[in-house]
């Protein structure tokens, strides 16, 4: 665990039931500051992971570390700097959003003065007498977001917290999300399933797929291996002569065809000039480009 590491689990385990591996050897590592994007497809073991971290489920081997602190042994002290957002917090539909937050200040013993700054920081000030049951899916996010932020937490883990948000309410969830990083200096952990999401806010990724854990690293990370497995598929009039040719951009041949990575489209115009200076005729060129999604799809499929 290094000095900045906000969670370090070390190790996880678990198992629902004998014999199914639902996590496996779990090696998770959230710095300070981190936005960081978990994600993974549906029944990955995203929601099982969020709950050892927040001591709703017990490791069954492992080491879990939060803010220092090793969560079996400094469980209270820990959860009170750590904010979530795991399964819907039950609102009052009949209350107002502040009315709501009184009911959640006393039991945290926060003062009236954050009840009214987590107002602001979520967007929801001005809502005045406007109950719950009148307010968007989004506006109801904000509110569970408001009542995480109550007790000041140094860490916020959200799970999927887009679910079932119109693009504006994603829009707005994200900017937040982003605000309350830089603003307030909170490190989020935000399981979701769409990478495209996570990949707007997030500076570290983190994928796991059937309880193991495929990919952990910084964005920057993940786009070069998306680069790396970007390839331009060639035929030429000599394929083999064209690979000697290529040689210096690791071409490889394969059956028919003739192999080249790339890490931008520049490259590929610099290939075909290659092949003609060396009097070779290109029947064939064809770039494919690696997306983000098609790297995440090759990690989370069997
Ligand atoms: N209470 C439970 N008892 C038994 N098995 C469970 C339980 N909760 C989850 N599982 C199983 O554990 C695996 C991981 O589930 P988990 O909910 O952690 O995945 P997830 O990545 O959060 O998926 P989702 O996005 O669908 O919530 C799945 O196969 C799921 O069926």
Redesign the pocket.
Known sequence: MNATSVICTNGIFYD??KG?N??TNIHLEVSRGNIYGFL????????????LLLGLLKNQRGTIEILGKDLQHHRQEILSKVGSLIESPSLYNHLTAKENLEVYREIYGASKARLQEVLCMVGLSDTGKKTVKQFSLGMKQRLSLALALLPKPELLIL??PTNGLDPAGILELRSLIRKLNEEEGITFLI?S?ILSEVEKMANRIGI?YK?RMRFQGSLEKLHQLQQKQSLVQLNTSDNLRAWAVLRQFQAELLEDDLVVPYTDIQQVATINRILVDNDLDVYDLHPRKQTLETIFMALTTG
């Open positions: 629902y039931s199914v639902t996590l993974g497809p549906n029944g990955s073991g995203k929601t099982t992971t969020l709950s799970d999927e399981s399933h796991i309880g």
